[in-house]
C-alpha cells in the first residue's frame, strides 16, 4: 500500500505561481511513475504530469513550458511548479503513484486561478 497526501493549492492570480507537493509513504520501493492529474467541474479528468524513477518527464500539450514535475527519491516526494497560471488551469489537482500491481491517489488539493 501507498499512501499519498498533496498540499500547496490555494487562490491565485492568473499569471502567478504554485507549487505543489505530494509526500508518498508506505510501500515506496515499489513506486515506479509519480504524477499529477486534474479535474475541474463537469470535465473529466485529465493528465497533467508525470515523472518516473529514472527521470523521464511527461507533460500535457496545455502545460507544456509552463508546469514542471520533479522528484526528490530520497524523500519519495513529487512536486509539481505552475508558472503563469491561466483560469483555466482552475481544478482539484491529484497526485498517483503506480507500482507494478496497483495505482495510488491522492485526495487532492484544489488550485483556484483567477482571472
Known amino acids: 500500500q501507498v499512501q499519498l497526501v498533496e498540499s500547496g493549492g490555494g487562490l491565485v492570480q492568473a499569471g502567478g505561481s504554485l507549487r505543489l507537493s505530494c509526500a508518498a509513504s508506505?510501500?515506496?520501493?515499489?513506486?515506479?511513475?509519480l504524477g499529477w492529474y486534474r479535474q475541474a467541474p463537469e470535465k473529466q479528468r485529465e493528465l497533467v504530469a508525470t515523472?518516473?524513477?529514472?527521470?523521464?518527464?511527461k507533460y500535457a500539450d496545455s502545460v507544456k513550458g509552463r508546469f514542471t514535475i520533479s522528484r526528490d527519491n530520497a524523500k519519495i516526494t513529487v512536486y509539481l511548479q505552475m508558472n503563469s497560471l491561466k483560469p483555466e488551469d482552475t481544478a482539484v489537482y491529484y497526485c498517483?503513484?503506480?507500482?507494478?500491481?496497483?495505482?495510488?491517489w491522492g485526495r487532492g488539493t484544489q488550485v483556484t486561478v483567477s482571472s
Open positions: 498517483y503513484a503506480t507500482t507494478s500491481q496497483s495505482t495510488y
Open positions: 508506505g510501500s515506496i520501493f515499489s513506486i515506479n511513475v
Open positions: 515523472i518516473t524513477s529514472g527521470g523521464s518527464t
